[in-house]
């Protein structure tokens, strides 16, 4: 039987190692029966590590080209005396032709660096069999290994452990270096900044691993130099820029921030932009310092330098006012707000605060409170905010809108130059007529209508109207114009003015000045020469003379001579001018008129010569006399003379020279003439005379008296009687009725005048005379009453006496004011008739009787009043005496029973009267009177229990009259005249009532 023989890789299962034990696991043994079975053999085991989980397995067979059967037996265990205790694989192989060792590697189940035996039968279980051979598996492969510089003369390296490793070996740059038994390694002595590549192998008994990774990794190397100082620079208000030179070998650098506190970054390059970490602030130093680094470690901090952020922001402005201050411009204020430190103002018109299309903006300076936003339209609105900003190394900020501004309009537009401007010449001599059309824009606040002298460089004259004119007078002096002459349009608006363009006209002028009054240059006795002040730009005159009365000619130049005149005649001369381009345009009026007379033809006319005087020819000082001459022949006056109170035909030789106008003074007083004659220069004569009578003493007080002299009732007639003794005569006598009246006058010496003032009054007269002097004021008192007395008063109105008279006497004040003088009255007895009497102011009655008065009152003017009338009494009677008291009883008893009490009386008397008081009566009350000698009588009603008192009056009258002594008989008693009295009073208390009479 043929056997075949296959190599088999036996794959060792996973190592498991617990408490110092190494266990086996294998496949079971599978024999595999072949159909062609010959004699064969095995023999040369061999077995190697494959990897960390597989070993190779590799014998021999014989004879070749045969089929084998092979069976691969593990062994669990070693040494000798081991069977094999597994059968790990079998199979059918066919022994190669030639002897060579055939190997087959095959997988299995084995830990690594685990020991496993093998050995390969043929046939049975126990057939022909190899040696045993035995293999450990290789270590796993090392796990990552990693390396760091530690020094610039060290590197570390670590590494995974490998499964089954004995110890490792550590490879630097491809070549060995050392090997070790643990997981790291520390590689020192190499140079700094030098890189070195590591990787690692583990091993054991059946050999290496693979390769760990390899790791690159370069020593430290020395720490770098110190930078030098950074450049910084603001890139915001909270941005700094940094930047620095490199410093050979650093890798990073450290900035270090040293205000407001430290504040350190790590960068890579030589720049670092400082984000405000930690607070930075606007406005503020910070000062910065860098350091460089490296793997080997940091130079230290470099110098430092500083610099400051972006200044801070301003603070939002408050918005004031707008208003316009121009036609392009308006004027804007506002306040500034903290904080201030901004480099200026930027102003914003309402779009571009609300961020919108058509914004514009202004700027000004720092410190300001007002702007003038500009390059606006006329009459065109807006309004406008404001915010402050700052510039700060190139950059700006700004701070928030104030907010927006009242709107306002800009100067309304300048108007149109006007059209048609025309300009009228010789219109009139003080005024220019201008005329024009408006043009668009017309809302023009009016129009000026300018003169212009181009020559002089001057404005000769101008005049305004109003918006709506197209039309106005210029005010020009005559002879006067313009060759550059011009309308303008204007308008006012928010106080400023705006003129147009100027709209030309032509040249223009105004009429020649009116000449001046000619002079006479020649005069004779047939011919004048006049001559005027030439008119400026007068190209022709005229000239008027009159008589005839007519334009005699023209002429060129400013005199002109008139011929064939009369001589000692008066000629008026007048001139008008023209400079218009003919000798009727451009004139003016007529100027004033010149009288001229010829030459005097042969006098024979003689002077006048006169003085002022009065028409009466007094005076009461000496005026003053002026002498008026003159002479109308021609020859002029040769001499004026006069004299006092001498004839004037001794004027000539004796007279004191004068001369007109010279003033005299009157010689003394009294009558005085003055003479005064005249002498021309051909020896014709004038005289004249005159009186001045001079009259200083003034009239006399004039005589006044009065009549009557004292009171009365009528008018009072006023005598006067006047004289003047100065010689020139009364004049005038003034007189008046009181001191306050208006004056009468009269030519009379002598005269009289009636007063009817009343009342003490004082007339009055002074005179004048015919010089014009005034005396004293005359005056004398007269007295008017026309008002009667009132009636009178009488007293007494009755009278009773125990005497034999009574006496009325009367009473009256007069109101008029001359007094009372007396009264009239009458009277009768027991109605007899009245007799009147005007004696006295009272009346006695001497007889008894019944008496009524009559009177009335007159005053010491004659006036009488009205009458008063009275009666009176007068009694004749004997006295009486009073009842004696002890002829007279009272008494005054209850009556049981009733309210009643009676009271008796009896004794001697004229008469009793019984009263009673108390209880009800607050006052006495009569209960009886009677004249018997005894009574009584019933006190009825009273009221209990009361006390009530009861007089008894007994009197004694005279019988005749019924009459009797009243002062004991009156008062509370009553009255009883013409009585004497005696009292007698009973006191009784009632205090028994009749139950249900009085409700007791």
Same mark, same amino acid.
């Given at each position: 039987?043929?056997?075949?023989?296959?190599?088999?890789?036996?794959?060792? $299962?996973?190592?498991?190692?617990?408490?110092?034990?190494?266990?086996?696991?294998?496949?079971?043994?599978?024999?595999?029966?072949?159909?062609?079975?010959?004699?064969?053999?095995?023999?040369?085991?061999?077995?190697?590590?494959?990897?960390?989980?597989?070993?190779?397995?590799?014998?021999?067979?014989?004879?070749?080209?045969?089929?084998?059967?092979?069976?691969?037996?593990?062994? #669990?265990?070693?040494?000798?005396?081991?069977?094999?205790?597994?059968?790990?694989?079998?199979?059918?192989?066919?022994?190669?032709?030639?002897?060579?060792?055939?190997?087959?590697?095959?997988?299995?189940?084995?830990?690594?660096?685990?020991?496993?035996?093998?050995?390969?039968?043929?046939?049975?279980?126990?057939?022909?069999?190899?040696?045993?051979?035995?293999?450990?598996?290789?270590?796993?492969?090392?796990?990552?290994?990693?390396?760091?510089?530690?020094?610039?003369?060290?590197?570390?390296?670590?590494?995974?452990?490998?499964?089954?490793?004995?110890?490792?070996?550590?490879?630097?740059?491809?070549?060995?270096?050392?090997?070790?038994?643990?997981?790291?390694?520390?590689?020192?002595?190499?140079?700094?900044?030098?890189?070195?590549?590591?990787?690692?192998?583990?091993?054991? !008994?059946?050999?290496?691993?693979?390769?760990?990774?390899?790791?690159?990794?370069?020593?430290?190397?020395? *720490?770098?130099?110190?930078?030098?100082?950074?450049?910084?620079?603001?890139?915001?208000?909270?941005?700094?820029?940094?930047?620095?030179?490199?410093?050979?070998?650093? +890798?990073?650098?450290?900035?270090?921030?040293?205000?407001?506190?430290?504040?350190?970054?790590?960068?890579?390059?030589?720049?670092?932009?400082? #984000?405000?970490?930690?607070?930075?602030?606007?406005?503020?130093? #910070?000062?910065?310092?860098?350091?460089?680094?490296? &793997?080997?470690?940091?130079?230290?901090?470099?110098?430092?330098?500083?610099?400051?952020?972006? &200044?801070?922001?301003?603070?939002?402005?408050?918005?004031? !006012?707008?208003?316009?201050?121009?036609?392009?411009?308006?004027?804007?204020?506002?306040?500034?707000?903290?904080?201030?430190?901004?480099?200026?103002?930027?102003?914003?018109?309402?779009?571009?605060?609300?961020?919108?299309?058509?914004?514009?903006?202004?700027?000004?300076?720092?410190?300001?409170?007002?702007?003038?936003?500009?390059?606006?339209?006329?009459?065109?609105?807006?309004?406008?905010?404001?915010?402050?900003?700052?510039? +700060?190394?190139?950059?700006?900020?700004?701070?928030?809108?104030?907010?927006?501004?009242?709107?306002?309009?800009?100067?309304?537009?300048?108007?149109?130059?006007?059209?048609?401007?025309?300009?009228?010449?010789?219109?009139?001599?003080?005024?220019?007529?201008?005329?024009?059309?408006?043009?668009?824009?017309?809302?023009?606040?009016?129009?000026?209508?300018?003169?212009?002298?181009?020559?002089?460089?001057?404005?000769?004259?101008?005049?305004? *109207?109003?918006?709506?004119?197209?039309?106005?007078?210029?005010?020009?002096?005559?002879?006067?114009?313009?060759?550059?002459?011009?309308?303008?349009?204007?308008?006012?608006?928010?106080?400023?003015?705006?003129? %147009?363009?100027?709209?030309?006209?032509?040249?223009?002028?105004?009429?020649?000045?009116?000449?001046?009054?000619?002079?006479?240059?020649?005069?004779?006795? !047939?011919?004048?020469?006049?001559?005027?002040?030439?008119? %400026?730009?007068?190209?022709?005159?005229?000239?008027?003379?009159?008589?005839?009365?007519?334009?005699?000619?023209?002429?060129?130049?400013?005199?002109?001579?008139?011929?064939?005149?009369?001589?000692?005649?008066?000629?008026?001369?007048?001139?008008?001018?023209?400079?218009?381009?003919?000798?009727?345009?451009?004139?003016?009026?007529?100027? !004033?008129?010149?009288?001229?007379?010829?030459?005097?033809?042969?006098?024979?006319?003689?002077?006048?010569?006169?003085?002022?005087?009065?028409?009466?020819?007094?005076?009461?000082?000496?005026?003053?006399?002026?002498?008026?001459?003159?002479?109308?022949?021609?020859?002029?006056?040769?001499?004026?003379?006069?004299?006092?109170?001498?004839?004037?035909?001794?004027?000539?030789?004796?007279?004191?020279?004068?001369?007109?106008?010279?003033?005299?003074?009157?010689?003394?007083?009294?009558?005085?003439?003055?003479?005064?004659? $005249?002498?021309?220069?051909?020896?014709?004569?004038?005289?004249?005379?005159?009186?001045?009578?001079?009259?200083?003493?003034?009239?006399?007080?004039?005589?006044? %008296?009065?009549?009557?002299?004292? /009171?009365?009732?009528?008018?009072?007639?006023?005598?006067?009687?006047?004289?003047?003794?100065?010689?020139?005569?009364?004049?005038?006598?003034?007189?008046?009725?009181?001191?306050?009246?208006?004056?009468?006058?009269?030519?009379?010496?002598?005269?009289?005048?009636?007063?009817?003032?009343?009342?003490?009054?004082?007339?009055?007269?002074?005179?004048?005379?015919?010089?014009?002097?005034?005396?004293?004021?005359?005056?004398?008192?007269?007295?008017?009453?026309?008002?009667?007395?009132?009636?009178?008063?009488?007293?007494?109105?009755? &009278?009773?006496?125990?005497?034999?008279?009574?006496?009325?006497?009367?009473?009256?004040?007069?109101?008029?004011?001359?007094?009372? $003088?007396?009264?009239?009255?009458?009277?009768?007895?027991?109605?007899?008739?009245?007799?009147?009497?005007?004696?006295?102011?009272?009346?006695?009655?001497?007889?008894?009787?019944?008496?009524?008065?009559?009177?009335?009152?007159?005053?010491?003017?004659?006036?009488?009043?009205?009458?008063?009338?009275?009666?009176?009494?007068?009694?004749?009677?004997?006295?009486?005496?009073?009842?004696?008291?002890?002829?007279?009883?009272?008494?005054?008893?209850?009556?049981?029973?009733?309210?009643?009490?009676?009271?008796?009386?009896?004794?001697?008397?004229?008469?009793?009267?019984?009263?009673?008081?108390?209880?009800?009566?607050?006052?006495?009350?009569?209960?009886?009177?009677?004249?018997?000698?005894?009574?009584?009588?019933?006190?009825?009603?009273?009221?209990?229990?009361?006390? #009530?008192?009861?007089?008894?009056?007994?009197?004694?009258?005279?019988?005749?009259?019924?009459?009797?002594?009243?002062?004991?008989?009156?008062?509370? /008693?009553?009255?009883?005249?013409?009585?004497?009295?005696?009292?007698?009073?009973?006191?009784?208390?009632?205090?028994?009532?009749?139950?249900?009479?009085?409700?007791?």
């Amino acid at each position: 039987m043929k056997r075949e023989k296959v190599l088999v890789s036996v794959f060792i $299962a996973t190592l498991m190692v617990g408490v110092g034990v190494l266990a086996f696991f294998h496949v079971p043994f599978v024999e595999h029966a072949l159909a062609n079975v010959g004699s064969w053999s095995v023999s040369s085991l061999t077995v190697n590590p494959y990897s960390s989980s597989q070993v190779s397995l590799q014998w021999s067979c014989s004879p070749t080209g045969t089929g084998i059967n092979e069976t691969v037996y593990e062994y #669990y265990c070693t040494g000798s005396g081991c069977s094999p205790t597994s059968v790990y694989t079998s199979f059918n192989s066919t022994c190669p032709s030639s002897p060579t060792v055939q190997s087959i590697t095959g997988t299995g189940n084995f830990s690594p660096g685990t020991s496993v035996t093998f050995q390969v039968c043929t046939g049975g279980a126990y057939g022909t069999c190899t040696n045993t051979a035995s293999a450990t598996t290789l270590p796993t492969d090392p796990g990552t290994l990693s390396a760091s510089a530690q020094s610039q003369t060290s590197i570390y390296l670590s590494w995974g452990a490998s499964s089954g490793a004995s110890g490792y070996y550590i490879y630097r740059n491809g070549s060995y270096l050392t090997a070790t038994g643990v997981t790291n390694y520390t590689n020192t002595g190499l140079t700094a900044n030098t890189s070195y590549s590591y990787y690692v192998v583990a091993y054991n !008994s059946g050999g290496n691993s693979g390769a760990s990774n390899t790791a690159s990794v370069t020593t430290l190397p020395y *720490a770098p130099s110190v930078p030098g100082a950074p450049s910084v620079s603001p890139i915001g208000q909270t941005l700094m820029y940094l930047s620095w030179s490199a410093v050979s070998g650093a +890798t990073s650098y450290h900035v270090a921030r040293w205000a407001p506190g430290i504040d350190i970054q790590t960068v890579s390059g030589t720049s670092f932009t400082d #984000y405000g970490s930690y607070s930075m602030a606007c406005g503020t130093s #910070y000062s910065y310092e860098i350091e460089a680094c490296n &793997a080997g470690g940091c130079s230290g901090w470099g110098s430092g330098a500083a610099a400051t952020t972006d &200044a801070c922001t301003p603070g939002t402005p408050t918005i004031g !006012s707008n208003s316009p201050a121009s036609q392009s411009t308006f004027n804007l204020t506002w306040t500034r707000n903290n904080p201030l430190d901004e480099s200026g103002f930027q102003i914003g018109n309402a779009a571009a605060v609300a961020g919108s299309a058509g914004g514009k903006t202004w700027t000004v300076g720092a410190g300001s409170t007002s702007g003038s936003p500009n390059g606006y339209g006329c009459g065109q609105p807006d309004s406008f905010g404001v915010r402050a900003y700052v510039n +700060t190394n190139g950059r700006t900020y700004y701070s928030g809108w104030s907010g927006v501004s009242n709107s306002a309009t800009t100067d309304a537009c300048t108007p149109g130059t006007p059209s048609g401007v025309t300009f009228t010449s010789y219109a009139s001599q003080t005024y220019i007529p201008v005329s024009w059309t408006p043009t668009a824009p017309t809302d023009q606040s009016g129009f000026v209508a300018t003169l212009n002298d181009s020559g002089l460089g001057m404005v000769m004259g101008s005049a305004t *109207a109003g918006p709506s004119a197209t039309s106005v007078n210029v005010p020009m002096s005559c002879s006067t114009g313009g060759n550059s002459n011009y309308v303008q349009a204007y308008v006012n608006t928010n106080g400023r003015t705006y003129y %147009s363009s100027p709209g030309t006209g032509a040249a223009a002028k105004t009429s020649a000045c009116t000449p001046s009054a000619p002079s006479a240059s020649s005069i004779s006795a !047939s011919s004048i020469t006049i001559t005027w002040p030439a008119v %400026s730009g007068a190209t022709y005159y005229h000239v008027s003379q009159n008589p005839p009365n007519l334009d005699v000619g023209t002429v060129t130049t400013n005199s002109f001579t008139a011929s064939s005149l009369s001589c000692a005649t008066s000629y008026t001369f007048m001139i008008y001018a023209c400079d218009g381009p003919n000798n009727t345009t451009g004139c003016s009026p007529w100027g !004033s008129p010149a009288t001229i007379t010829t030459s005097a033809c042969p006098d024979t006319t003689p002077p006048t010569v006169s003085a002022n005087n009065s028409s009466s020819g007094w005076y009461s000082s000496s005026p003053t006399i002026t002498v008026s001459a003159s002479d109308t022949g021609g020859s002029g006056l040769a001499f004026v003379k006069y004299t006092w109170n001498t004839n004037v035909s001794y004027c000539w030789a004796s007279g004191i020279t004068t001369s007109n106008g010279a003033s005299l003074t009157i010689p003394g007083q009294g009558s005085n003439t003055l003479y005064l004659c $005249a002498q021309d220069g051909a020896g014709n004569q004038g005289t004249w005379s005159g009186p001045y009578n001079l009259d200083t003493t003034a009239p006399a007080t004039p005589s006044i %008296s009065a009549s009557p002299s004292g /009171w009365t009732n009528g008018n009072v007639t006023i005598s006067v009687s006047a004289s003047d003794t100065g010689g020139s005569g009364l004049s005038t006598t003034y007189y008046r009725c009181n001191t306050s009246n208006a004056s009468s006058s009269t030519a009379s010496a002598s005269f009289t005048y009636a007063c009817s003032l009343t009342g003490g009054q004082t007339a009055q007269a002074y005179s004048t005379d015919n010089a014009g002097n005034t005396g004293g004021t005359g005056s004398v008192s007269y007295y008017i009453d026309t008002t009667a007395p009132p009636s009178p008063s009488l007293s007494p109105t009755s &009278a009773l006496t125990n005497n034999s008279n009574i006496t009325v006497s009367f009473s009256a004040t007069d109101s008029g004011g001359s007094g009372t $003088a007396g009264y009239h009255y009458c009277y009768t007895t027991n109605g007899s008739t009245c007799s009147p009497s005007t004696s006295g102011s009272s009346v006695t009655f001497s007889s008894v009787g019944s008496y009524t008065v009559c009177t009335n009152a007159y005053d010491n003017a004659g006036n009488t009043g009205g009458t008063t009338c009275s009666s009176a009494n007068a009694y004749q009677y004997t006295s009486v005496s009073a009842p004696s008291s002890s002829g007279v009883t009272v008494n005054a008893t209850p009556v049981s029973g009733l309210s009643t009490i009676n009271s008796t009386w009896s004794g001697t008397a004229s008469g009793f009267n019984v009263y009673v008081q108390g209880g009800q009566y607050s006052t006495s009350q009569l209960l009886s009177s009677s004249a018997a000698s005894s009574g009584s009588t019933n006190a009825i009603s009273l009221q209990c229990p009361n006390s #009530y008192t009861f007089y008894t009056v007994a009197y004694n009258t005279d019988n005749s009259l019924g009459g009797g002594t009243s002062a004991s008989c009156s008062g509370a /008693w009553g009255s009883i005249p013409n009585a004497q009295c005696t009292v007698k009073t009973t006191q009784v208390k009632l205090t028994t009532c009749t139950q249900g009479f009085f409700g007791q």
